[in-house]
């Protein structure tokens, strides 16, 4: 059964303006569900209010207003300025060291080694010195730098910096971590890099994984979840499969790319239809997993006699499991091509028709979902 590990409720940030009447609103009126083990990427345009949102879980920063619950505890509750709940500094500080963070900026003590840089974070532990020594080093064996102890951080790659970053930010066995655009400094080898790591510790560990970003890729490569930040509110949100195959709101379109896409099909398809509409049906299939489109297009014909062809394809790999996109036409008679669409829906295709009507919704396109994934 899953777990519901960080609840957000109805979470405003305002920040006023010094002297003016208006104030910021970074965060309004967020809800927000992370269960044990998602990496639940929110991604969003800078300004969008995503590090003020996350930056709430672990209350460094303090909502206006909204219920905060990390594992079940209400650690803040405040509605209309009546202050409910709010931990003592103490149990706050306890809270914390529960949720690891990492950031843009590393943040290492440069005149530290790496493996001091690490201890430091355990400083206010339990632990006697030779146990902070071998917790710092099976941290760095972690994150694949258990021979670079003694560096320091000037001597390392941002990426490796990174790790280390990572390797601190799990010092204190917290079973959330917090990545706020840690990638974004980044050049694309050491990024794959960090987000492999991720990926590994949310396998390894069982480590919840919340992942801040402006980059979808990141998202695309590991994230199990995603919400889509605008203007301080969440737009969209869903599993990674369906804001990538499925994605509503203009913004989510434009960030997964599917706009670009659509729109390049959009304009093959009006080119190559001439007049002669009569009889077809214009579709976006959708299929995940190994299957290729190829067959089951050609299966639609040998079963339905419905002639297909395809317009526009991509696969992209979302986690590591192909998802395949085709704009076809189906060609045949009103029933043929019913069946065939009935066909594709058992075959596990979600099946979408578009209309090229001119001016419809969408800049044109204007989706009717036919089928839906079983
Ligand atoms: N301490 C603060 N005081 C006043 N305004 C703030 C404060 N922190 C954030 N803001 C404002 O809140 C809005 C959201 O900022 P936030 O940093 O959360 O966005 P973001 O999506 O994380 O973007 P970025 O990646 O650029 O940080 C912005 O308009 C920002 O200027």
Redesign the pocket.
């Known amino acids: 059964m899953s777990e519901t590990v960080i609840k957000l409720d109805n979470i405003d940030?305002f920040?006023?303006?010094g002297k003016e009447p208006d104030q910021?609103?970074?965060?309004k009126d967020v809800s927000l569900e992370v269960e044990k083990g998602d990496i639940y990427g929110v991604v969003?345009?800078?300004?969008?209010?995503?590090?003020?949102?996350?930056?709430v879980i672990n209350l460094l920063?303090i909502p206006t207003n909204g219920t905060i619950e990390i594992n079940g505890k209400i650690i803040f509750s405040k509605q209309d300025g009546k202050q409910a709940t709010m931990l003592s500094t103490k149990e706050l500080r306890e809270e914390r060291r529960g949720i690891g963070m990492i950031f843009q900026h590393f943040n290492l003590l440069e005149e530290r080694t790496v493996i001091e840089n690490v201890k430091f974070a355990l400083r206010h532990s339990h632990l006697k010195e030779k146990e902070i020594t071998d917790r710092a080093q099976e941290l760095l064996d972690l994150v694949d730098l258990g021979e670079r102890g003694d560096a320091y951080p000037t001597e390392l790659s941002g990426g490796q910096q990174q790790r280390v970053a990572i390797a601190r930010a799990l010092a204190n066995k917290p079973d959330i971590l917090i990545s706020?655009?840690a990638t974004?400094a980044l050049d694309p080898k050491n990024t794959t890099q960090i987000l492999d790591l991720l990926a590994k510790l949310n396998k390894e560990l069982g480590l919840t994984i919340v992942l801040?970003t402006?980059e979808m890729d990141a998202v695309k490569k590991v994230a199990n979840k995603v919400a889509v930040?605008s203007a301080?509110q969440i737009i969209e949100r869903g599993s990674l499969l369906d804001i990538f195959t499925n994605s509503q709101s203009a913004l989510t379109k434009e960030l997964v790319g599917t706009e670009q896409n659509s729109q390049d099909a959009l304009s093959i398809l009006r080119q190559s239809q001439g007049s002669d509409a009569a009889n077809t049906t214009v579709l976006k299939l959708t299929y995940e997993g190994n299957s290729t489109g190829d067959p089951i297009v050609t299966q639609l014909y040998a079963k339905f006699g419905v002639q297909t062809s395809i317009i526009y394809g991509n696969v992209e790999l979302l986690r590591d499991t192909p998802v395949g996109t085709l704009y076809v036409v189906v060609t045949g008679d009103d029933e043929s091509r019913q069946k065939a669409v009935e066909y594709l829906h058992t075959a596990g295709v979600q099946a979408t028709e578009i209309s090229l009507a001119e001016g419809s919704e969408n800049n044109g396109l204007d989706y009717k979902c036919i089928t839906k994934r079983s």
């Open positions: 940030v920040f006023d303006k910021i609103k970074a965060v969003g345009y800078s300004g969008a209010g995503k590090s003020t949102l996350v930056r920063q706020d655009e974004s801040i402006h930040m301080g």
